[in-house]
């Protein structure tokens, strides 16, 4: 990747991030996409703190934004 095809992919990512778009946020990853947090355990109660796709990543991050002002 160079580094305007970097910088368009970080301002996208960054703007549905703030529009809190979800769809649009999941649309940088690919299905099989992996998540590790500490705040998922937090959040959702899975013990390990890993998710392991794009679904369910998607579901802890509507459930993040609806306990936090993030």
Same mark, same amino acid.
């Given at each position: 990747m160079d580094k305007d095809t970097a910088f368009k992919f970080a301002e996208e990512w960054i703007a549905s991030w703030n529009?809190? %778009?979800?769809?649009?946020i999941l649309s940088h990853y690919e299905d099989d996409f992996q998540m590790s947090s500490?705040?998922?355990?937090?959040?959702?109660? %899975?013990a390990s703190g890993v998710l392991k796709d794009k679904a369910a990543v998607g579901d802890y991050w509507a459930k993040a934004f609806?306990?936090?002002?993030?």
């Open positions: 529009a809190r %778009e979800l769809d649009r500490s705040v998922i355990t937090q959040i959702i109660g %899975e609806a306990h936090y002002d993030l």
